[in-house]
């Protein structure tokens, strides 16, 4: 559980964020403030266009704001270049998409490991975390199967065992239920608070399905480029 006394692992303030479309410019985000304590998970509820999924990539550092700080602990993320976000994103947080991006030449096991790897851990060390995480996900039987072996929601387990790998102290989800039925979607959201409450990670997940939201311990509501409600 957050203590609601200790400083917040990630805050987001007076944050804007435009985007050119032909000659038009869309204000996506305008002027949003949140924060998000150690060990919280939130869910950042809107309908299609309301900014959930905007907000999110600023919060990963996988774009830029336009205006508005965004801190990461002691990091102020608006501030870094990008080859130490992407180092960051790489030592200290996962990501979970809605479209997987498993690697298609790989099998589960390769998959989940690759984080791992590219941050020059042990080939030892890989396999022990990658097989303990497939097997938390329910998918022991299913390591050495590539993606298009696996069904939509066995893909979207392996890439939560993925994100998880490096130990991250932050986990962002966008929209991981979204390619799956209503009955799998609820098995991943069960998923992501068990493992949540396991591994310790703070989890902030965008989702427009109000089922989705529920389950995470706080929803901020998003409605066109505004936060409306928490």
Partial sequence: MSNPNEKPLLTAAEVRKNYQIGKRQIEVLKGVSLNVRRGEFVALQGASGAGKSTLLHLLGGLDKADAGRIHFEELELTKMSGGSLSSLRGQRMGFIFQSYHLLPELDA??????????????????????????????????????????????????????????????????????????????????????????????????????????????????????????
Wanted: hydrophobic share 40%; proline share 5%; net charge negative.
């Fill in 109 to 230: 096991l390769e998959n989940v490991c690759a984080p791992a790897r590219l941050q020059g851990r042990p080939v030892d060390w890989c396999q022990d975390r990658g097989t303990a995480l497939l097997n938390r996900v329910g998918l022991n039987h299913r390591l050495d199967h590539r993606p298009p072996e696996l069904s939509g929601g066995e893909q979207q387990r392996v890439a939560i065992a993925r994100a998880l790998m490096n130990h991250p102290i932050l986990l962002l989800a966008d929209e991981p239920t979204g390619n799956l039925d209503s009955n799998t979607g609820v098995e991943i959201m069960d998923l992501l608070r068990e493992l949540q409450k396991e591994e310790g990670t703070t989890m902030v997940i965008a989702t427009h399905d109000e089922r989705v939201a529920e389950r995470a311990e706080r929803v901020v509501r998003l409605v066109d480029g505004q936060i409306v409600a928490e």
